[in-house]
């Protein structure tokens, strides 16, 4: 059973996910967040790589409330049996509060990186829905900051800076899952 929910937020391209796989096969349960919208994309008949992932993703918390995409991440927690899940992508409050509704401890890891740096890896990664130029960059940071991410940023419980090397990063973040885990 599921007792304890690790949040990890920051702006696109700070490096949430490279952070978080080595945990993956280490046997921690991982919820991506944008992979929840995917999903929700592909039942409305919408490519999940059309690019619109950001606009289908505030559609959604537009018709369904600031809180849906953590309410069908519980859906998937609920068929877990962990100790620890780790969600990816939380992008505002509401979600913080929706998953501190269901459980006794849930702490937010926030994932740091400048915007040079976030663009370029943006850039360098070309997924479809990336920016392809800093207007494009600024315009999605701001969609994700107009949600609320950056209130999540701001208030979370430890900050990893991102800037040099990932293995530095990756051992921060695996120091503190030992710790909530062993808390």
Known sequence: MVRKIICVSGMPGAGKTSIIEPLKSKGIPVIVMGDIIREEAAKQGIEPLSGNLGKIMVELRKNYGPSVVAKLCLEKIALMNAEVVIIDGVRSLDEIEEYKRSFDKVLV?????????????????????????????????????????????????????NEDSIEESRGKFECIVKVISND
């Open 109 to 161: 890891v926030a994932i740091h990186a400048s915007p040079a740096t976030r663009f370029k890896r943006l850039y360098s990664r070309n997924r479809q829905d990336d920016p392809k130029s800093w207007s494009e960059f600024i315009e999605r940071d701001f969609r994700e900051l107009n949600i609320g991410l950056g209130n999540v940023i701001s208030l979370a419980d430890y900050m990893i800076v």
